[in-house]
Antibody, heavy 116, light 105 residues
């Protein structure tokens, strides 16, 4: 099956760190640009980061720039998001998505809760 | 940054209705807009890309149109499975609209 599976979410205290993973299967992961999108409870969708197929182009939303770092390992068909200096407002479901025509394949999401 | 708005924010409709959701951008986007459907607790699903191209496997009752700054998503003959929240998205900065919730009347 063609799919993306996120992992690594959990409960973390303000100021803490977390590393999310996104593993792709059923397609040639290394040829696709990949994205991270988050959704705070009861809110809309927010794009937060993009990484090109070869990691040559990386972008962040202003809301996470300087705190989050995206990376990928094409040998492992995986993308990662390192979340540092976490704030309460970072509480959300974090989705990874494949970008081709648009965001055409999504993972199931992983919940990150930032609370003391 | 490009701002995206959607109207209405909530739409009450019945099975069999034809509905239209409008998405407006703060600057011209050409045809570079996508539409997604999201159900509670689930990931978004791509419906339409490049303003009017139907994603593979999406029923033909969904259609998209528009260019520049105004885009529409139309669902003809609303089905029970279509009650969900719909988001537009622009391809420049990947900004999503705020969403339109389609609920049962």
């Amino acid at each position: 099956d063609v799919q993306l599976v996120e992992s690594g979410g959990g409960l973390v205290k303000p100021g803490g760190s977390l590393r999310l993973s996104c593993e792709g299967s059923g397609f040639t992961f290394s040829t696709y640009s990949m994205k991270w999108v988050r959704q705070a409870p009861g809110k809309g969708l927010e794009w937060i980061s993009s990484i090109s197929s070869s990691s040559g182009h990386i972008y962040y939303a202003d809301s996470v720039k300087g705190r989050f770092t995206v990376s990928r390992d094409n040998d492992k068909n995986s993308m990662y998001l390192q979340l540092n200096s976490l704030r309460a407002e970072d509480t959300a479901v974090y989705y990874c998505a494949r970008a081709s025509t648009a965001f055409d394949l999504w993972g199931q999401g992983t919940m990150v809760t930032v609370s003391s | 940054d490009i701002q995206m708005t959607q109207s209405p924010s909530t739409l009450s409709a019945s099975v069999g209705d034809r509905i239209t959701i409008t998405c407006r951008a703060s600057q011209s986007l050409g045809f570079w807009v996508a539409w997604y459907q999201q159900k509670p607790g689930k990931a978004p699903k791509l419906l339409i890309y490049k303003a009017s191209t139907l994603e593979s496997g999406v029923p033909s009752r969904f259609s998209g149109s528009g260019s520049g700054r105004e885009f529409t998503l139309t669902i003809t003959s609303l089905q029970p499975d279509d009650f969900a929240t719909y988001y537009c998205q622009e391809y420049n900065g990947w900004t999503f609209g705020p969403g339109t919730k389609v609920e049962i009347k």
